[in-house]
């Protein structure tokens, strides 16, 4: 079980989209790769495509610290301002209700 799941939103300036979501898409691998990782998915909303979503479960929130260190996420937090029109919402989680 997850000990921490994030939801990050990130909204592209206008014309960025494809581009966002290419460079979202690019963290995939490595970031299921990682010790710890137990889910990492990228969706774009059917409602307003320039909004994207990462959904992520980390088995320990100190896992989740180590992704934000590594030089991909780093590389591609360096980019976020060029492509969005604001700053990343990361909002963490625990998961209440009991495990399926």
Known sequence: MADLTN???FTAKP????ELGDELLQLVTPSRNEEGC???EIHQSNDVPDVWMVL???RHASDF??????????A??????????????ICGYQQRSPQV
């Open 7 to 9: 939801v990050a939103y």
């Open 15 to 18: 014309g960025r989209s494809g």
């Open 38 to 40: 137990l889910r990492y």
């Open 56 to 58: 992520e479960d980390w």
């Open 65 to 74: 610290k180590l992704h934000m260190n590594t030089p991909y996420v780093q």
């Open 76 to 89: 591609f937090m360096a980019k976020v301002p060029d492509l969005c029109v604001e700053d990343v919402e």
